[in-house]
């Protein structure tokens, strides 16, 4: 059992921590506090092939595997969350496209998408309509040689500036969850309309917004996979996806723990380092702990996505250990920086605010013990 990177690993952990330092640092400040989109890192991402670094070379990809992709959330996010989230988000409308996308499809939408020509995003949750997808009220019907949609969905980030939108929706309400089905929405298209971008307390950069679908019309061929295998779509995704949530909740807790360490040098009470009081170092040991924990689970998950082993179960323990750490990590850095630590444009403040989010999309904490649960009971 081997539990060091490879050297390509580390290569790819060392050039986006660089590029990071170079482009994403410097702006995450004004990106969260003025809530704009980092249009220009994408652009950047896209440069470096890292839109779609986990996807096939043949569609525009750069062949990495899926730790690959992983270890890139996660330095992005030590640096921005709002960056890692809306790549994971782009990622969320790539993946179904390549497992159960046509070959035309796939030329025509996966392509641009890993290639970073335009972004992706993925359009499930409704407003009465979240952990409980059965109780999704847009529908799809036939009408001749397109199928026509209506209803609207909430929470769909990237919305606003995707090309394109993986959206689900019921085509035989009788059947529940084998009633659903995925269709590929491309921007622009008659029917489809992007609402006003929804004002959250972290990831303020990310676009988030609600769809929705007035007699929204598509080519029969737009329908991805098979009528009925929405559901199984959108779980295999969502199970994916929790990786990737993983390594942003444990790159915001390993950033939470280095500005932790920073500032337990620097501060200086009672004529000493605040570091050197045994509170402060029980927390910091605690801290570092439980961020390698919650590393090697996730990238433990990410290693049985790349062998073709079930993940489902390794995913929500991922998801949901790295999300609680990344929430008690960042309110220990609040607690180890004081006062500092509690005012707006502080790093730790930022981070206490992204680390929120990652407890509760894709899956709370209480469904992630479900999904446990039922992994280990049935």
Known sequence: MDFNLTEEHQLIRQSVKEFCD?????????????????????????????????????????????????????ELSRACVTTGFTVECHSLAGFPLLKFGTEEQKEKYLTPLCKGEMLGSFALTEPGAGTD?????TTAVVDGNEWVLNGSKIFISNAPVAGVIIVFAMTDKS???????????????????IGRHLKK???????????????????KENLLGVEGQGGEIARMTIDGGR?????????????????????????????KPIGTFQAVQWMIANMATEV????????????????????????????????????RQTDRAIQIHGGV????????????????????????????RKVIAGGLLR
């Open 292 to 327: 390698q924990a919650s590393r090697l689970l996730t990238y433990q998950a990410a290693w049985c996505y790349d062998q073709g082993l079930p993940f489902s179960t390794q995913a929500a323990m991922a998801k949901l250990f790295a999300s609680e750490t990344a929430s």
């Open 22 to 74: 170079r482009y994403v640092c410097p702006i995450a400040d004004e990106v969260d506090q003025e809530s704009r989109f980092p249009a220009e890192t994408i652009k950047k991402l896209a440069e470096q092939d890292l839109m779609g670094i986990s996807y096939p070379v043949e569609y525009g990809g750069a062949g990495a595997d899926y730790l690959s992709y992983v270890i890139v959330l996660e």
């Open 201 to 219: 307390t972290g990831i303020r950069g990310s676009l988030t917004a609600e769809v929705f679908l007035k007699n929204c019309r598509i080519p």
């Open 175 to 193: 059947r529940g969850t084998d009633g659903i089905s995925a269709f590929i929405v491309p921007a622009g298209t008659p029917g489809l309309e």
């Open 243 to 271: 990786i990737g949530i993983a390594a942003q909740a444990v790159g915001i807790a390993q950033a939470a723990l280095d500005e932790s360490i920073k500032y337990s040098k620097e501060r200086i009470q009672f004529g």
């Open 133 to 137: 997808t059965a109780a999704g009220t």
């Open 341 to 368: 630590g509690y005012v707006k444009g502080s790093k730790v403040e930022r981070l206490y605010r992204d680390a929120m989010i990652t407890v509760i999309y894709n899956g709370t904490s209480e469904t992630m």
